[in-house]
């Protein structure tokens, strides 16, 4: 496989659930992060990772608990959700070369299209 | 803080026409770069180009061209003779330094239509 690949590509789960969206890449970078898409936000960044180490957490509440276990693979454990979690969620990747200027470039998975009921 | 704003939430053309989606950002940072990302049905985001604050010359790449001005802090993407396979929501960005991985902030995107 090429490129930012997710899975589920869809998730049903009831608030009591506890389930996991899970991320890989095949780039071969060090920086992986989880964005949030909803109908009428634009995208929020939720967390960042650069070489396994958590860089940033967007005040996401604890319900979401990221863990990224070597450089190229994410996950973004999910309990007690509410139905206003339900939302598009789309993982990413970029060099993660230190100091970058911003002048790396994300490349995105196709994300997983989750309702909480 | 840095914003990005897409004024036009929706535009419809008619396949062959040309079209431009503008793009406005606000930073305080010298160097930054810019960025548009197509976003098809399937949900995936597709990179298109990244630009960054020292180079103002437009680009072109086929049917797609990009337009940066500084001076009015904008950064438009024209489609040339579109097509119905360009139909997406159209996405831009705005990094600035930070050390280590990136911070991308997005505009809130235009959601494009191409009839046949």
């Known amino acids: 496989e090429t490129g930012v690949t997710q899975t589920p590509r869809h998730l049903v789960m009831g608030m009591t659930n506890k389930k996991s969206l899970k991320c890989e890449q095949h780039l071969g970078h060090n920086a992986m992060y989880w964005y949030k898409q909803s109908a009428k936000k634009p995208l929020e960044l939720m967390f960042v990772?650069?070489?396994?180490?958590?860089?940033e957490n967007n005040s996401v509440p604890s319900r979401f608990s990221p863990e990224c276990p070597n450089s190229s693979h994410l996950f973004l454990h999910l309990h007690t959700l509410q139905p206003e979690d339900s939302a598009l969620y789309l993982c990413?990747?970029?060099?993660?070369?230190?100091?970058?200027?911003?002048?790396?470039?994300?490349?995105f998975g196709p994300g997983t299209r989750l309702l909480v009921l | 803080a840095q914003k990005v704003t897409q004024a036009q939430t929706e535009i419809s053309v008619v396949e062959k026409e040309d079209v431009t989606l503008d793009c406005v950002y606000e930073?305080?940072?010298?160097?930054?770069?810019l960025f548009w990302y197509k976003q098809p049905p399937s949900g995936e985001l597709v990179f298109l180009i990244r630009?960054?604050?020292?180079?103002?010359q437009n680009e072109i790449s086929g049917r797609y061209s990009w337009n940066f001005q500084k001076s009015t802090s904008s950064f438009n993407f024209t489609i040339t003779a579109s097509q119905v396979v360009d139909s997406a929501v159209y996405f831009c960005?705005?990094?600035?330094?930070?050390?280590?991985?990136?911070?991308?902030?997005f505009g809130q995107g235009t959601r494009l239509t191409i009839n046949p």
């Open positions: 930073t305080r940072d010298t160097t930054y770069y």
């Open positions: 960005a705005l990094s600035g330094p930070i050390q280590g991985a990136q911070k991308l902030v």
């Open positions: 990413a990747s970029s060099q993660g070369v230190g100091d970058a200027g911003g002048k790396e470039t994300q490349y």
């Open positions: 990772y650069n070489f396994k180490e958590q860089t």
């Open positions: 630009r960054n604050s020292f180079d103002e």
